[in-house]
């Protein structure tokens, strides 16, 4: 934890309220990979598919759960739906928790 801020605890216990949906909607395999493919880019639903193998309506259980919680947000363009992480800090909490896992995997 960073010793150079100084958080008043009724704040912090504020934010920690609101943010801890996201960490529920995170806790789950299918999710967790599928939010390591997305930090990589804008995926549609067929290149999710694709690339975890994984069948259209698990993908979309899966993908409504994130959305709900605000991790990853949708876009249609024609038939086909892009999905994205939600915003940065989304991104920065997948690429530290890839980053600390591949180290685990590696060694």
């Known amino acids: 934890m960073r010793s150079d801020i100084e958080m008043r605890p009724e704040l912090f216990r504020a934010v920690c309220k609101d943010k801890a949906g996201i960490f529920r909607a995170m806790a789950h395999e299918s999710r967790l990979i599928l939010l390591c493919q997305l ?10 598919e694709l690339l ?3 069948h259209q309506p698990n ?3 899966q993908l409504k759960v994130l959305g709900i919680e ?3 947000t949708a876009r249609r363009e024609g ?6 992480l939600a915003d940065r800090d989304i ?3 997948v690429e530290t928790i890839y980053e600390l896992w591949r180290e ?3 060694s």
């Open 104 to 106: 685990h995997a590696e």
């Open 39 to 48: 930090a990589q880019g804008e995926k549609s639903v067929s290149e999710l």
């Open 70 to 72: 605000g991790v990853v």
């Open 52 to 54: 975890l193998d994984m």
């Open 79 to 84: 038939t086909r739906i892009f999905y994205s």
């Open 91 to 93: 991104l920065a909490l």
């Open 59 to 61: 993908l979309s259980q």
